[in-house]
């Protein structure tokens, strides 16, 4: 697998994938309706951010991750990522190693921790995976996420140094 920096020309090929896990409901707390545009702008878009994709061996992209500051300014040293597998891909270990990817690549662009400020209580398999990746959950706030199966689900803030 190949992880490299997106370009424009790759939102083709991203586009399903996100548009698979966003209208799912059960991981991200955006609108289950957002349209591409949004969805575009708010995982290409973010202010110092960089986005990664992985691509299979055919060429085919079957993930992607993005890593940007936190918060700006005083804020800025800690960061942050969203991570997206296309469903067709999973079970591969591909969460894994972009989760090793971003995580080497925050340390090498001078962050001194990662924060992840809204992990799905009910998403196991996300939290193991982060808690083997070396992540804590400090907190969570119940109730916080709306899910479409399980009604009012936590939210699990993690964290790890760098």
Not at 28 to 42: H, I
Not at 84 to 110: N, P
Not at 147 to 162: A, K, Q, T
Request: charged share 15%.
């Amino acid at each position: 697998m190949d992880i490299r920096v997106a370009t424009p020309g790759d939102w083709t090929s991203l586009w399903p994938i996100i548009e698979e896990v966003v209208r799912a409901g059960q991981t991200y707390c955006w609108p289950v309706d957002a349209t591409e545009e949004e969805c575009r702008t708010w995982w290409m878009g973010k202010p110092g951010g960089t986005v990664y994709v992985a691509v299979d061996p055919d060429g085919k992209i079957a993930g992607t991750a993005e890593l940007h500051p936190n918060l700006p300014a005083a804020g800025s040293h800690i960061a942050n990522a969203g991570f997206m597998v296309a469903s067709h891909a999973s079970g591969r270990g591909l969460g894994r190693t972009l989760g090793r990817h971003v995580i080497e690549e925050a340390a090498a662009q001078g962050f001194t921790a990662m924060q992840f400020n809204a992990v799905v209580a009910t998403n196991a398999h996300a939290i193991r995976l982060w808690q083997s990746l070396g992540f804590s959950i400090l907190a969570t706030i119940p109730g916080a996420f709306n899910h479409p199966d399980r009604g009012m689900v936590g939210l699990n803030l993690m964290y790890r140094s760098l």
